[in-house]
């Protein structure tokens, strides 16, 4: 576990320590630029996987919508990461100030 946690490390830059629980190692890494990073090599071009473990890494490579909310680039994420993250943070501060400019027109009396 530990030889996992050094080769995520070296992908992702996570800290993340394993830990022993219930009778199990484990080592949690979260996050939305250090998961792909760490599926991609892993189930990307994988000759052999489980059907249902492929499906969760296809969707996870395939997400590529909107943040729920519009915050900081991880400190994870290389220079190109952070560059399109602020055109989609742009892009979504737009949308969100038409929508609430259309809810205002549509709300005041003609």
């Not at 943040?67 to 994870?76: D, E, L, N, Q, V």
């Amino acid at each position: 576990m530990r030889g996992f946690a050094a080769w995520a490390h070296e992908l992702t830059g996570t800290t993340a320590k394993p830990y022993f629980r219930t009778g199990c190692w484990y080592v949690s890494i979260s996050g939305r630029y250090q998961v792909p990073k760490l599926v991609r090599p892993m189930y990307a071009d994988a000759p052999v996987s489980l059907d249902r473990k492929q499906e969760r890494a296809d969707a996870i490579l395939a997400a590529d919508g909107p943040r729920k909310k519009p915050g900081p680039a991880s400190r994870f994420a290389s220079e190109d990461e952070k560059r399109e993250h602020m055109r989609k943070q742009g892009r979504e501060k737009q949308r969100r100030y038409m929508e609430r400019k259309r809810q205002a027109a549509a709300e005041s009396p003609a």
